[in-house]
């Protein structure tokens, strides 16, 4: 079973920030949090991970609480093309274990 | 650097066939997943292959087996079809063993009547 639990299903304004939430209270030390997304019918996509600190690349932020516990996946500025499934997934050394993920709707 | 392709892109099969599905791993990546995508059931993996070697496996029946070859492109195969088994079939490489990142296909929609 998925280790993580997010929200069914979010919207958002394009232009504006999209924070998407994940807990993953059952977290172990040595195990990274990783967001894919998958746009209709397409394949899965990587955006980014984090073992303890926050990272940024060219597409996301991801911030991590100190305790690990939760997460955000934060899109600085969303766009139509945005609109995908988000999945949160935690793991390491073993298969990517996906749940049910938090389906985003970016509207002008 | 080309993406990971799936071959064939879509396929339709009766109750009882075999079908084998393959993948091409992103040049000079060494590991292969697969994974069963369904409305119902959600991404659900199946096996992940380094070198060669089938390293982990998910829960789903011997019907489902893979096997990589020295060039690391994949195949799986699911014998006996099943009705169960219409699917989008995505494979997934990466440079090294999970947790490294992985980057999927397009994936295989297979469709069994």
């Known amino acids: 079973d998925a280790k993580t639990t997010q929200p069914t299903s979010m919207d958002c304004a394009e232009g504006r920030a999209a924070n998407l939430p994940c807990n993953h209270s059952t977290i172990s030390g040595n195990e990274y949090v990783y967001w894919y997304r998958q746009i209709h019918s397409q394949g899965p996509q990587y955006i980014i991970h984090?073992?303890?600190n926050n990272e940024t690349n060219e597409m996301a932020s991801l911030i991590i609480t100190e305790d690990r516990k939760s997460s955000t996946l934060i899109l600085p500025h969303a766009t139509l093309r945005d609109t995908a499934v988000y999945y949160c997934?935690?793991?390491?050394?073993?298969?990517?274990?996906f749940g049910k993920g938090t389906t985003l709707s970016v509207s002008s | 650097k080309a993406g990971v392709t799936q071959t064939p892109r879509y396929l339709i099969k009766t109750r009882g066939q075999q079908v084998t599905l393959s993948c091409s791993p992103i040049?000079?990546?060494?590991?292969v997943s697969w994974y069963q995508q369904t409305p119902g059931q959600g991404l659900q993996f199946l096996f992940e292959?380094?070198?060669?070697?089938?390293?982990n496996k998910g829960n789903f029946p011997g019907r489902f087996s893979g096997r990589q070859f020295s060039n690391s492109r994949s195949e799986m195969n699911v014998s006996t079809l099943e009705l169960g088994d219409s699917a989008l079939y995505l494979c997934?490489?990466?440079?090294?063993?999970?947790?490294?990142?992985?980057?999927f296909g397009p994936g295989t929609r297979l469709t069994v009547l």
């Open positions: 040049s000079g990546h060494r590991s």
């Open positions: 997934i935690v793991g390491s050394g073993t298969a990517l274990i």
């Open positions: 984090g073992l303890k």
């Open positions: 292959y380094f070198s060669e070697t089938q390293r």
């Open positions: 997934a490489s990466s440079l090294e063993v999970l947790p490294d990142t992985q980057y």
